[in-house]
Protein backbone atom coordinates (compact mmCIF):
# COMPACT_ATOMS: atom_id res chain seq x y z
CA UNK A 1 0.00 0.00 0.00
CA UNK A 2 0.91 3.52 -0.98
CA UNK A 3 0.25 6.35 1.26
CA UNK A 4 -1.26 9.36 -0.90
CA UNK A 5 -2.61 11.30 2.22
CA UNK A 6 -1.04 14.65 0.53
CA UNK A 7 -3.17 14.43 -2.65
CA UNK A 8 -5.83 16.36 -3.79
CA UNK A 9 -9.14 15.24 -2.90
CA UNK A 10 -11.80 13.71 -5.00
CA UNK A 11 -15.39 15.03 -5.75
CA UNK A 12 -18.54 13.29 -6.47
CA UNK A 13 -18.04 15.12 -9.87
CA UNK A 14 -14.46 14.09 -10.30
CA UNK A 15 -16.04 10.38 -9.87
CA UNK A 16 -19.46 10.57 -11.19
CA UNK A 17 -20.73 8.93 -8.51
CA UNK A 18 -21.92 9.97 -5.07
CA UNK A 19 -18.75 9.47 -2.74
CA UNK A 20 -19.40 6.94 0.54
CA UNK A 21 -20.22 8.93 3.91
CA UNK A 22 -16.83 7.23 5.54
CA UNK A 23 -14.82 6.26 3.09
CA UNK A 24 -14.93 5.45 -1.05
CA UNK A 25 -13.31 2.60 -2.91
CA UNK A 26 -12.14 3.88 -6.30
CA UNK A 27 -11.35 0.88 -8.33
CA UNK A 28 -9.32 1.55 -11.56
CA UNK A 29 -9.75 -1.07 -13.76
CA UNK A 30 -9.77 -2.56 -17.42
CA UNK A 31 -12.11 -4.65 -19.64
CA UNK A 32 -10.25 -7.36 -19.97
CA UNK A 33 -8.83 -7.45 -16.42
CA UNK A 34 -9.51 -10.88 -14.82
CA UNK A 35 -8.00 -9.63 -11.04
CA UNK A 36 -10.11 -6.49 -11.70
CA UNK A 37 -13.58 -9.06 -11.76
CA UNK A 38 -12.12 -10.29 -8.35
CA UNK A 39 -10.78 -6.70 -6.55
CA UNK A 40 -15.49 -5.68 -7.56
CA UNK A 41 -16.33 -8.71 -5.63
CA UNK A 42 -14.15 -8.22 -3.06
CA UNK A 43 -15.25 -4.57 -2.47
CA UNK A 44 -18.50 -4.92 -3.04
CA UNK A 45 -18.84 -7.25 -0.01
CA UNK A 46 -17.27 -4.59 1.91
CA UNK A 47 -19.91 -1.92 0.72
CA UNK A 48 -22.60 -4.85 1.12
CA UNK A 49 -21.29 -5.12 5.05
CA UNK A 50 -20.51 -1.53 6.27
CA UNK A 51 -22.59 1.14 6.05
CA UNK A 52 -20.93 4.33 4.64
CA UNK A 53 -19.08 3.10 2.40
CA UNK A 54 -19.10 3.36 -1.37
CA UNK A 55 -17.59 1.25 -4.06
CA UNK A 56 -16.49 3.24 -7.46
CA UNK A 57 -14.97 1.27 -10.36
CA UNK A 58 -14.06 3.16 -13.70
CA UNK A 59 -12.70 1.75 -16.77
CA UNK A 60 -8.71 3.23 -17.66
CA UNK A 61 -9.93 3.58 -20.97
CA UNK A 62 -12.21 5.95 -20.56
CA UNK A 63 -11.14 7.75 -17.72
CA UNK A 64 -7.18 8.04 -18.22
CA UNK A 65 -7.24 11.42 -16.11
CA UNK A 66 -8.01 8.99 -13.18
CA UNK A 67 -5.16 6.88 -14.30
CA UNK A 68 -2.39 9.07 -15.08
CA UNK A 69 -3.25 10.77 -11.09
CA UNK A 70 -2.96 8.07 -9.34
CA UNK A 71 -0.18 6.48 -11.96
CA UNK A 72 -1.84 3.66 -13.03
CA UNK A 73 0.64 1.36 -14.47
CA UNK A 74 -1.58 -1.73 -14.40
CA UNK A 75 -4.80 -3.08 -13.23
CA UNK A 76 -6.61 -3.42 -10.64
CA UNK A 77 -5.38 -0.34 -8.72
CA UNK A 78 -7.52 0.77 -6.01
CA UNK A 79 -7.55 3.86 -4.39
CA UNK A 80 -9.62 4.54 -0.75
CA UNK A 81 -10.86 7.74 -0.56
CA UNK A 82 -11.93 9.50 3.00
CA UNK A 83 -15.02 11.40 3.85
CA UNK A 84 -14.27 14.02 1.98
CA UNK A 85 -12.87 12.49 -1.03
CA UNK A 86 -8.58 12.60 -0.16
CA UNK A 87 -6.66 9.37 -1.26
CA UNK A 88 -5.61 7.59 1.86
CA UNK A 89 -4.09 4.79 0.29
CA UNK A 90 -3.31 2.77 -3.11
CA UNK A 91 -3.17 -0.91 -3.36
CA UNK A 92 -2.54 -2.66 -6.88
CA UNK A 93 -3.43 -6.22 -7.64
CA UNK A 94 -6.46 -8.07 -5.78
CA UNK A 95 -6.75 -7.37 -2.20
CA UNK A 96 -7.91 -9.76 0.37
CA UNK A 97 -11.72 -8.91 2.22
CA UNK A 98 -9.59 -8.45 5.41
CA UNK A 99 -6.62 -5.96 3.75
CA UNK A 100 -10.00 -4.17 2.49
CA UNK A 101 -11.94 -4.36 5.83
CA UNK A 102 -8.92 -3.65 7.95
CA UNK A 103 -8.57 -0.49 5.24
CA UNK A 104 -11.19 0.78 6.33
CA UNK A 105 -11.35 0.70 9.78
CA UNK A 106 -7.91 2.48 10.10
CA UNK A 107 -9.30 5.40 8.16
CA UNK A 108 -12.45 5.36 10.51
CA UNK A 109 -9.66 4.97 13.46
CA UNK A 110 -7.95 7.85 12.47
CA UNK A 111 -10.80 10.30 11.70
Avoid: I, K, N, W
Avoid at 6 to 35: H, I, M, N, V, Y
Wanted: proline share 5%; aromatic share 2%.
Amino acid sequence: MTDLSTAAALTAEDLRRPLGRDATFLQLSSGFCAPCRATRRVLERVVATQDGVAHVEVDVAHRADLAERFGVTGTPTTVLLDAGGAPAVTVTGVPSLAQARAAVAALRAGA
